[in-house]
């Protein structure tokens, strides 16, 4: 994961066979969001990484061990690890949503061009993490500039930290919520709408906005001044690139810009669920059974030949985690630990766990249909998606 939020790259989920040569190691302790505990890694300096092209010979990891970070069920694909700070740090990074590209540049020979539809802003380093000031409005009469980590790590639009001292208060028009799953584990808060957003010269209106409990910010808020975290909802509406070397942010607006901003409207939270068998036929067009092999007249039996070719696959399955109280998936019956085998008659293991979400957001009023299995029992479940807010 491409993870602007942290400083060091961390390694987790290593296998058996797998075996690292570790340099200058000393143990440690990490602490990350959500509700689990700190826990111990190793931290090596002085390795050499390569990323495509790009290389350097003085890159810190913390490794840790086990299965005490595992985010890969959550995402649908697996993630070995985090890439933070200590690979940023020694270029020019640009992150090209559109094109799904991440391009490093030389620091010392890079020259930005001109750009009359970009917008350059200058960023903080506190700890080796970017922080941007950015104008919030949350409602009409409330508008606040508050001081924002940079996270491309997190897939929400904005986190914002309540302060009652500050006058920062969640807006009326809010639900209670999973927010999300970080290295500590499960993230729990309240989802709301904030009026708009200023960037520079960039606005963004009716941003969704997550405001964690204060539970799970404890021990994580290093920089006083921070009010949040600015997340890849809204970092994938724009062409970035990082200049860490002279603190500089240069911003240009990509087709995602005009998208509004949706929060899933099922209520459901997914996650990988190790895998099913699924037999599968080849008959390369021909009919399954179509030749006789054995005939029986007295006991007026017949034994067909098959010319089809049985696979049996091993296929994702996904069961649901989470559910937000009161919504369209809660409402119908659906619960946690169910697994969920096919969406609107499509078997689920067609599909990426990113495709579900998408589906699961993407238009109020669409009609889902799942089948789950429960327990032993197949069960089928109707509802249709509504916006929360």
């Given at each position: 994961?491409?993870?602007?939020?942290?400083?060091?790259?961390?390694?987790?989920?290593?296998?058996?066979?797998?075996?690292?040569?570790?340099?200058?190691?000393?143990?440690?302790?990490?602490?990350?969001?959500?509700?689990?505990?700190?826990?111990?890694?190793?931290?090596?300096?002085?390795?050499?990484?390569?990323?495509?092209?790009?290389?350097?010979?003085?890159?810190?990891?913390?490794?840790?061990?086990?299965?005490?970070?595992?985010?890969?069920?959550?995402?649908?694909?697996?993630?070995?690890?985090?890439?933070?700070?200590d690979f940023f740090k020694d270029f020019v990074v640009e992150f090209n949503y559109i094109k799904k590209k991440l391009i490093a540049h030389n620091t010392d020979s890079y020259v930005f061009d001109k750009c009359?539809?970009?917008?350059?802003?200058?960023?903080?380093?506190?700890?080796?993490?970017?922080?941007?000031?950015?104008?919030?409005?949350?409602?009409?009469?409330?508008?606040?500039?508050?001081?924002?980590?940079?996270?491309?790590?997190?897939?929400?639009?904005?986190?914002?930290?309540?302060?009652?001292?500050?006058?920062?208060?969640?807006?009326?028009?809010?639900?209670?919520?999973?927010?999300?799953?970080?290295?500590?584990?499960?993230?729990?808060?309240?989802?709301?709408?904030?009026?708009?957003?200023?960037?520079?010269?960039?606005?963004?209106?009716?941003?969704?906005?997550?405001?964690?409990?204060?539970?799970?910010?404890?021990?994580?808020?290093?920089?006083?001044?921070?009010?949040?975290?600015?997340?890849?909802?809204?970092?994938?509406?724009?062409?970035?690139?990082?200049?860490?070397?002279?603190?500089?942010?240069?911003?240009?607006?990509?087709?995602?810009?005009?998208?509004?901003?949706?929060?899933?409207?099922?209520?459901?939270?997914?996650?990988?669920?190790?895998?099913?068998?699924?037999?599968?036929?080849?008959?390369?067009?021909?009919?399954?059974?179509?030749?006789?092999?054995?005939?029986?007249?007295?006991?007026?039996?017949?034994?067909?030949?098959?010319?089809?070719?049985?696979?049996?696959?091993?296929?994702?399955?996904?069961?649901?985690?989470?559910?937000?109280?009161?919504?369209?998936?809660?409402?119908?019956?659906?619960?946690?630990?169910?697994?969920?085998?096919?969406?609107?008659?499509?078997?689920?293991?067609?599909?990426?766990?990113?495709?579900?979400?998408?589906?699961?957001?993407?238009?109020?009023?669409?009609?889902?249909?799942?089948?789950?299995?429960r327990n032993l029992a197949n069960i089928n479940i109707q509802f249709k998606l509504k916006r929360m807010l």
């Amino acid at each position: 994961m491409l993870d602007t939020g942290v400083d060091s790259s961390i390694i987790f989920s290593l296998e058996k066979k797998d075996s690292l040569n570790i340099q200058n190691a000393t143990e440690i302790f990490i602490r990350g969001w959500g509700d689990g505990k700190v826990f111990p890694a190793t931290k090596s300096t002085g390795n050499s990484v390569r990323i495509g092209n790009a290389s350097h010979s003085d890159f810190t990891i913390h490794i840790v061990y086990g299965h005490q970070i595992n985010i890969s069920n959550r995402l649908g694909l697996p993630i070995h690890g985090i890439i933070g700070y200590d690979f940023f740090k020694d270029f020019v990074v640009e992150f090209n949503y559109i094109k799904k590209k991440l391009i490093a540049h030389n620091t010392d020979s890079y020259v930005f061009d001109k750009c009359r539809r970009c917008d350059d802003l200058d960023f903080i380093l506190y700890r080796n993490k970017p922080y941007l000031q950015v104008l919030v409005n949350v409602d009409k009469d409330n508008t606040f500039l508050m001081d924002f980590l940079i996270d491309s790590g997190s897939g929400d639009a904005l986190w914002i930290f309540e302060d009652s001292e500050l006058g920062i208060e969640i807006p009326s028009d809010n639900f209670k919520d999973f927010l999300g799953f970080g290295m500590g584990g499960s993230v729990y808060g309240k989802r709301a709408r904030i009026n708009n957003l200023k960037i520079g010269k960039f606005q963004l209106d009716s941003v969704t906005t997550s405001f964690p409990n204060n539970l799970y910010i404890k021990g994580v808020k290093t920089y006083e001044p921070r009010n949040g975290s600015l997340g890849s909802q809204i970092l994938k509406r724009f062409h970035s690139t990082f200049d860490y070397k002279n603190k500089r942010l240069r911003l240009k607006r990509n087709r995602n810009f005009s998208d509004s901003f949706e929060y899933d409207m099922s209520g459901i939270v997914l996650a990988h669920k190790g895998y099913t068998t699924v037999q599968d036929f080849e008959n390369n067009g021909s009919e399954v059974f179509d030749e006789v092999e054995y005939e029986y007249t007295d006991a007026g039996m017949v034994f067909f030949k098959s010319n089809s070719k049985v696979k049996f696959k091993l296929e994702p399955q996904y069961e649901v985690v989470e559910i937000t109280p009161n919504s369209p998936a809660a409402i119908a019956g659906l619960k946690v630990g169910d697994l969920v085998e096919t969406i609107n008659k499509k078997p689920t293991y067609n599909y990426e766990l990113f495709e579900i979400n998408k589906i699961f957001s993407s238009r109020e009023g669409r009609t889902i249909k799942l089948k789950i299995k429960r327990n032993l029992a197949n069960i089928n479940i109707q509802f249709k998606l509504k916006r929360m807010l």
